[in-house]
């Protein structure tokens, strides 16, 4: 492995934009694999020498070692910088708690409104020309069913709302525009949670049909003031 690290995880999800962010923010240099489920998990079951068990991703891969989840890339990526860019990951560990629940909610949702969509499941199929995807459909519902499986334990109700009502108080109590005094990790791991409500407009990672089991419309009504607010932080 080259002395350059090897981020792997899946464009879309919320948990490997906040490990982009926090390196980026930090000016860590890596590079990137996109992971398929089901595809990729063999490779990536490889590099990591976990044959039993659970894998997933953002996966930070290093000369010395792997780094495993979000919060532990945002903690590398802070270390690194070497100064406080990403605030106290002490105090911030809080609200990153809070972005996991929230978070969990709206996967078993989002896993699950793809579950009932045929087209999201076709796009799930990145082999195939859009026209014969469908021949893969079967494939593509056993690992959407796999997911839900293996986090809808995790998912408790109403914690993606109780989230976003956390981080609008958050907001209304500091005054700065953050979560906390300025910027920092706070506003990434809490900034998330929008990507449930309604999908960033930046590059088109997601195809029409999985944006759609992606956004929520009575939380993108109930909480414009913090898509608005998202969408300012970069």
């Not at 879309?12 to 860590?28: E, M, N, Q, Y």
Request: aromatic share 8%.
């Amino acid at each position: 492995m080259s002395d350059v690290a090897l981020l792997v995880g899946e464009a879309f999800s919320p948990w490997t934009i906040k490990a982009r962010w926090a390196l980026d923010h930090c000016g860590v240099d890596y590079l990137y694999r996109e992971y398929t489920p089901g595809l990729s998990e063999p490779w990536l079951r490889w590099k990591l020498n976990r044959w039993r068990e659970p894998v997933s991703v953002p996966v930070l891969l290093t000369r010395r070692q792997a780094v495993l989840g979000s919060w532990a890339i945002a903690q590398y990526a802070a270390q690194r910088a070497g100064d406080a860019r990403l605030g106290d990951m002490t105090d911030i560990q809080t609200w990153d708690n809070i972005s996991e629940l929230g978070l969990a909610a709206a996967r078993t949702r989002v896993v699950r409104a793809v579950l009932a969509d045929d087209r999201a499941l076709d796009e799930s199929v990145p082999l195939l020309p859009s026209g014969a995807r469908f021949l893969l459909r079967p494939v593509a519902r056993r690992v959407a069913q796999r997911l839900d499986r293996k986090y809808a334990h995790l998912a408790w109700p109403h914690a993606h709302r109780d989230a976003l009502v956390s981080l609008r108080a958050a907001l209304a109590r500091a005054r700065s525009g953050y979560v906390l005094d300025r910027f920092s990790y706070a506003d990434i791991t809490m900034s998330v949670l929008l990507e449930a409500v309604a999908p960033s407009s930046g590059p088109q990672v997601l195809g029409p049909a999985h944006r759609a089991c992606w956004r929520n419309a009575e939380l993108a009504t109930e909480f414009a003031d913090l898509l608005a607010w998202r969408d300012s932080l970069r």
